[in-house]
């Protein structure tokens, strides 16, 4: 049985840090895109990064990179999304997600994939 489970969420000041992690079982990541998505209250889902094993393959979106790092353990199964200097505006719930896709597929159109979905970790940026 695929499972894609999140952790790592928090309360965390403005310019902390916080690193998720996406341990996934029931299915191995080589040929699996594996996304980190959020979505914030009232607001759409948006993709934030993807990252595929078998061709090392990475995505960010736009206005968050350099603020945040996607990166796997092949090992342990798991993909992490390392956030830093974050803001407020930062507050969401986020998910992870699987597909055989491309990150750029799976990051911006995930709706139109075969995809699992984990159950989502909140993330909250307050003082």
């Known amino acids: 049985q695929v499972r894609l489970v999140e952790s790592g969420g928090g309360l965390v000041q403005p310019g902390g840090s916080l690193r998720l992690s996406c341990a996934a079982s029931g299915f191995t990541l080589d040929y699996y895109a594996i996304g980190w998505f959020r979505q914030a209250p009232g607001k759409e889902r948006e993709g934030v990064s993807c990252?595929?094993?078998?061709?090392?393959?990475?995505y960010y979106a736009e206005s968050l990179k350099g603020r945040f790092t996607i990166s796997r353990d092949n090992a342990k199964n798991t993909v992490y999304l390392q956030m830093n200097s974050l803001k407020p505006e930062d507050t969401a719930v986020y998910y992870c997600a699987a597909a055989r896709a491309t990150v750029q597929a799976m990051c911006v159109m995930p709706e139109l994939l075969r995809a699992y979905w984990g159950q989502g970790t909140q993330v909250t940026v307050s003082s």
């Open positions: 990252i595929r094993r078998s061709d090392g393959s990475t």
